[in-house]
Nanobody, 125 residues
């Protein structure tokens, strides 16, 4: 069983930065494409960013491009989402997700089989 756990959410002001972490309980973490998604109240869940198994390939949604960056440390079984210049519209519950490499790289925003429980990010104006 693959378990994911996010941490690092909180309440920040507009313009601040925050880094989310996701730890993954699997011995084959380096075979996983990792993604970050978010869901705001009353809205559908949306893709935010993704990263390839070796960390070289990265992809971000237009709404966060240039502000958010996905990274990972395969030695620590961890993925990260660095969020800079946060805006009130970034307020949402953020989820990390994983899929095995053959289900597509970070440019394919679907196919994720494993999900964390989410962490809340609130950005005040």
């Amino acid at each position: 069983q693959v378990l994911l756990a996010e941490s690092g959410g909180g309440l920040v002001q507009a313009g601040d930065s925050l880094r989310l972490s996701c730890t993954v309980s699997t011995p084959t973490f380096s075979n996983f494409t990792m993604g970050w998604f978010r869901q705001a109240p009353g809205k559908e869940r949306e893709f935010v960013a993704g990263i390839s198994p070796n960390g070289v390939g990265k992809f971000a949604a237009d709404s966060v491009k240039g502000r958010f960056t996905a990274s990972r440390d395969n030695a620590k079984n961890a993925a990260y989402l660095q969020m800079n210049t946060l805006k009130p519209e970034d307020t949402a519950t953020y989820y990390c997700a994983g899929k095995l490499y053959y289900k597509g790289g970070p440019y394919y925003t679907s196919g994720y089989d494993y999900w964390g429980q989410g962490t809340q990010v609130t950005v005040s104006s």
